[in-house]
């Protein structure tokens, strides 16, 4: 979570994130279950959807390099979150797309162990979407 912290205030630094927008998401980098994460964020409790894609191997050779692709098959996305449950940062992604960005991103992120992990989006109408797929992780990729 340290080096989450460190690259926003990097960001913030060179002017690429607002310190008003690291100061709302620190919250949210805290919380630590999906409905304290739900409550933070002002959401209802997600429903899963197959309007949600997320995109993860079954077998994690190394958990220190994951592949995880998320998006949201339908317009009026506000937020689209990557949540890997037993990490020791739940929320492991946000991303707030426009009307002028696709709802699709794909990186790599740390996964301590065998999880759960979720694509959720907060949509403009209020609903809130989810996709989860489990991950069993062999070699562990958090310290």
Do not use: H, I
């Amino acid at each position: 979570m340290e080096m989450a912290w460190r690259v926003a205030n990097l960001l913030a630094g060179l002017g690429l994130l607002p310190a008003t927008a690291q100061a709302a998401a620190r919250p949210a980098f805290e919380a630590r279950s999906l409905p304290a994460l739900m409550q933070v964020l002002g959401a209802d409790t997600p429903v899963e959807s197959a309007e949600v894609l997320l995109e993860v191997p079954d077998v994690a050779e190394n958990g220190a390099v994951v592949p995880v692709r998320l998006a949201a098959l339908v317009p009026g996305v506000r937020q689209l979150l990557l949540l890997v449950e037993n990490n020791p940062t739940l929320l492991c992604a946000q991303f707030q797309p426009t009307a002028a960005v696709e709802p699709d991103f794909s990186l790599r992120v740390k996964m301590a162990e065998s999880t759960g992990v979720l694509a959720v989006a907060l949509m403009d109408d209020g609903r809130v979407l989810y996709a989860r797929r489990q991950v069993t992780v062999v070699l562990g990729g958090c310290a």
